[in-house]
């Protein structure tokens, strides 16, 4: 026999137990052992990534979920003796033995004696964040409440994360601990039930006063670090990579911005893994939308501000490397390369002391972001260059452009107390409507405003309407006559022809009211049927009832129905008996009177009044 053809398999078994196979890229938690020290990695200041060390204490068993684990460490190095975990880590790595366990996540809230951290493992990192679903329509868990204020948005912004800040267990007797027993057991449980996600910094640039100072405090509430941004939104130049190497790094800050422009508002955490072109960070999430569309960008931290209540990196956003396509429980999660589009806003403003400015900047399209931020970059941009004491009037027009489906359109005016608002308000409700809709997805591709000003209660009262006839024929058309008074006290009057239908008799009511009193009583009347498509949702929204109209409506005391939403006027009895016996036909509502005429005219201003007229018919 060959020498050589024995040689060979001995050969390459004794390469195969000098050369063992690579461990495993990552470290599972059933690999975890109290006493073991790793290494973590973040940036301290600037871009440049630091190293500081990690001492695992245990695990903690299901304690944001079942099967979620929670790794308990206690950090040291740098500045965390003195600062404790501080906000803009989360999502810091941490490698033990060279493998990668997950990420710095979740402290002990205000007020830390020592740098205790939770580290979210990596692979429930992964597993959240993948396979991203197509987007679909969205009909989140967060939704703005109708009709809008300041306060249910800011509610709004506020509860939706705070369902996360809520202790992992419910007590300590919830959590099982692998790897320590004994007395260091209950004191860790303890410690578990305390965690809470690390706060996230977020840059806010543009707003101020008290649009400024409101957001902030629900910001705070929410789980985030409000913080002054001067920057332009592109922060200073970071080191570019090396040639062939990722734009981003494990331990590289980044950020999500979520406004840009001439306002801006956006988050900063810390790198965890990039796996090709996929990236993950934070280790808990932004705000848990699931899928999403987050601009991805390279952040800089200016330095760190120390606190006893919780430290935090002053940093700031930079240009957009990519997408935040998932925004889940345990991380965010995207890809490097293009950004997502943003929803661009644009604003001319025209203040009655002669000022001309325009504004623009783009807000992340999303069910729940967009038309909160809308809302408040238009009050902020509002309370910035006009009085919140005192009489000032908003006269609102524009449009917002829905792909494929036409425009809403603005015209309105808004006056009286706080009527900065109601302007924002009044833009912002139909986007809720629209991107929370049940019925398909909306691109929103802009919004388009030009609002004019004035330092005067621009209010006009109607006070009485009559005819010169006291009675009227069929066919004919009368002078409806208007007599309305202005804030300061000036009488006008209008003129409306009525057209009398032929076939009228007995008796006609004329009522004269203003938008708000004719949508409460249509509301109250008139159960419209839910749209079947974009187009008609668009529709119905730009027939709401304006401030700066007078709705005229000639009654007459036949019965009628609301059918699907359509009004059907003088229906026979027996044709009323018939539908009202068989609802299967869509939703009905009976209608005492019908309305044998409808009419609409314009006013200088909001206007405010209701007269009704009974007219005799020969």
Do not use: C
């Not at 500045?79 to 975990?85: D, H, N, Q, R, S």
């Not at 931290?301 to 606190?307: E, G």
């Not at 957009?320 to 999660?333: E, Y």
């Amino acid at each position: 026999m060959n020498v050589r053809y024995l040689a060979l398999p001995l050969i390459t078994a004794l390469a195969l137990v000098a050369w063992p196979a690579a461990a495993p890229r990552y470290m599972t938690v059933d690999e975890v052992r109290p006493g073991m020290t790793g290494v973590g990695r973040t940036v301290f200041e600037g871009d440049k990534v630091e190293e500081f060390a990690v001492h695992i204490l245990g695990v903690l068993r299901n304690v944001n979920g079942p099967r979620r684990d929670m790794i308990l460490a206690r950090l040291e190095g740098g500045p965390l003796a003195k600062m404790g975990v501080i906000a803009g880590m989360s999502g810091s790595p941490v490698y033990v033995n060279g493998r990668l366990l997950g990420a710095v996540a979740y402290s002990l809230g205000q007020f830390p004696t020592e740098p205790l951290a939770g580290i979210t493992p990596i692979g429930e990192m992964i597993e959240a964040a993948g396979p991203r679903p197509a987007r679909a329509a969205a009909v989140g868990p967060a939704r703005l409440g109708l009709p809008l204020t300041q306060d249910r948005v800011l509610a709004s912004l506020r509860d939706a994360f705070l369902r996360f800040q809520r202790p992992f267990a419910d007590s300590p007797d919830d959590i099982r601990i692998d790897g320590l027993g004994g007395a260091e057991g209950p004191h860790l449980a303890r410690v578990g039930s305390l965690m809470r996600p690390i706060a996230t910094p977020l840059a806010l640039g543009g707003f101020s006063g008290p649009v400024g100072d409101r957001l902030s405090n629900a910001l705070r509430d929410a789980g985030f670090v409000p913080s002054l941004d001067g920057a332009d939104g592109r922060g200073p130049a970071p080191q570019t990579p090396a040639a062939g190497a990722p734009a981003l790094q494990p331990g590289d800050a980044v950020g999500v911005n979520l406004v840009t422009g001439d306002l801006v508002m956006g988050a900063t955490g810390t790198v965890t893994e990039v796996d090709g072109n996929e990236v993950y960070a934070f280790g808990h999430p932004l705000y848990n939308l699931g899928t999403t569309e987050y601009p991805m960008t390279r952040a800089y931290v200016f330095t760190l501000l120390p606190s006893l209540m919780s430290s935090m990196k002053i940093a700031t956003t930079g240009a957009t490397i990519g997408t935040f396509r998932q925004d889940r429980a345990t991380a965010i999660a995207g890809t490097l390369g293009q950004g997502p589009a943003m929803v661009p806003v644009r604003i001319a403003l025209d203040t009655g002391r002669g000022l001309h400015k325009t504004f623009a900047f783009q807000v992340v399209n999303d069910q729940l972001f967009t038309p909160l931020l809308t809302y408040v970059s238009i009050l902020n941009t509002l309370s910035s260059y006009e009085r919140q004491f005192g009489s000032v009037t908003f006269t609102v027009t524009g449009e917002a452009h829905i792909r494929h489906h036409g425009a809403v359109k603005f015209e309105d005016v808004f006056t009286g107390e706080s009527p900065s608002v109601g302007a924002a308000a009044y833009v912002v409700a139909p986007l809720t409507v629209l991107l929370g809709n049940d019925v398909a997805p909306v691109q929103l591709d802009g919004v388009d405003l030009h609002i004019t000003t004035s330092e005067r209660p621009e209010t006009v009262t109607l006070e009485r309407i009559w005819l010169d006839a006291v009675k009227v024929r069929p066919g004919t058309t009368v002078p409806l006559k208007l007599l309305l008074r202005t804030y300061r006290g000036e009488e006008i009057t209008r003129t409306v022809p009525i057209d009398i239908p032929a076939s009228a008799s007995g008796s006609l009511t004329i009522t004269v009211t203003d938008g708000a009193r004719l949508a409460q009583t249509e509301a109250r009347d008139i159960r419209t049927a839910q749209p079947r498509g974009l187009d008609e949702l668009v529709r119905l929204i730009n027939k709401t009832k304006k401030n700066n109209r007078l709705y005229i409506r000639l009654m007459r005391p036949d019965a009628g129905a609301v059918i699907n939403g359509e009004s059907l006027s003088a229906l026979p009895p027996a044709v009323l008996a018939v539908m009202e016996s068989d609802r299967n036909g869509g939703s009905f509502s009976p209608l005492p009177n019908a309305t044998a005429g409808e009419w609409e005219i314009a006013i200088d201003g909001a206007v405010s009044g209701s007269r009704t007229l009974t007219v005799a018919v020969q």
